[in-house]
């Protein structure tokens, strides 16, 4: 079956740009999770979904960061104003049910975000 | 805090030598503790997983025991082959968070043939 896709794979950014990343989870899944992830360590967590409701956005880095899943589904990042420490690779994960702890989370290829 | 470590990579191994890649963690709550396996040019994926203390996950040869008692998650493999090849991360839930995962820096693995 089809996994988490996103969109797009690689993205050159000018300083200043904005750009919005896309996130689509597996069919049905209710939780949907964004990380990034910088050269050589580990992913951070950056907002969790409940369907289309924004529960946790505490790791979001700076307001120039905005999430949104507003029908459920289809998430997207956005990221205004880009600076260079902004690069890293930007992961989606989602997961089934409600997060309990225990659910695995299944992650999509993630994007690779540069800004220059 | 919640937090994870694992040592520090990169691990060269002989094909079909004995793997241990070490992983201990810190939690307020009680997690549940996860590997992740990141190939080339490919996304993450779950390796296994414990959600209680004394859980044994395993897959595709390789195993874990969730250790309560020295906070420990050390991901073995008793024979690796080249395919394994890849980033191995441990990760931690804590139950009654919102449910993010929370990763250690990643050990990368080289099998040499």
């Known amino acids: 079956g089809a996994g988490v896709s996103q969109s797009p794979r690689y993205k050159v950014a000018k300083r200043g740009q904005d750009v919005a990343l896309r996130c689509d989870p597996i069919s049905g899944h209710v939780s949907l999770f964004w990380y990034q992830q910088a050269l050589g360590q580990g992913p951070e967590f950056l907002t969790y979904f409940q369907n289309e409701a924004q529960l946790d956005k505490s790791g979001l880095p700076s307001d120039r960061f905005f999430a949104e899943r507003p029908e459920g589904s289809v998430s997207t990042l956005k990221i205004q104003r880009t600076q260079q420490e902004d690069s890293a690779v930007y992961l989606c994960?989602?997961?089934?049910?409600?997060?309990?702890?225990?659910?695995?989370?299944?992650f999509g290829p993630g994007t690779r975000l540069l800004v220059l | 805090g919640n937090s994870v470590t694992q040592m520090e990579g990169p691990v060269t191994l002989s094909e079909e030598a004995f793997l241990t890649i070490n992983c201990t963690y810190t939690?307020?709550?009680?997690?549940?503790l996860f590997w992740y396996v990141q190939y080339p040019g490919e996304g993450l994926q779950l390796l296994l997983k414990a959600t209680k203390a004394d859980d044994k996950g395993s897959n595709k040869g390789f195993e874990a025991t969730y250790r309560k008692e020295t906070t420990s998650f050390h991901l073995e493999k008793g024979s690796v082959q080249v395919s394994d090849s890849a980033v191995y991360f441990c990760?931690?839930?804590?139950?009654?968070?919102?449910?993010?995962?929370?990763f250690g820096k990643g050990t990368k693995l080289s099998v040499k043939p």
């Open positions: 994960a989602s997961s089934l049910r409600p997060f309990s702890g225990q659910e695995t989370q299944y």
């Open positions: 939690a307020t709550g009680y997690p549940s």
């Open positions: 990760a931690l839930s804590v139950r009654g968070s919102q449910g993010n995962l929370i």
